[in-house]
């Protein structure tokens, strides 16, 4: 998501899930990607299992 001209939007975002990220909260936040591949884990958990987008997202 990013902030543009005073809005957000989440044109680029990679995905949507349904998890409540609260203010003042740290998390752990791991990142695998591997060529187009992308995961991601929240607190050890996988809340995006991968990806295949991100290569053709940007130039």
């Known amino acids: 998501m990013a ?3 005073g809005y957000f939007d ?3 975002a990679l995905a949507r899930v349904p998890h409540l990220v609260r ?7 791991r990142i ?3 060529s187009a591949r992308i995961q991601v884990f929240l607190n050890g ?6 990806s295949r987008a ?3 997202r940007w130039p």
């Open 23 to 29: 203010r003042g909260t740290t998390y752990a936040v």
């Open 45 to 50: 958990t996988r809340i995006i299992p991968h």
């Open 32 to 34: 695998l990607a591997e």
């Open 3 to 5: 902030k543009a001209n």
């Open 10 to 12: 989440d044109g680029a």
């Open 54 to 56: 991100v290569a053709n």
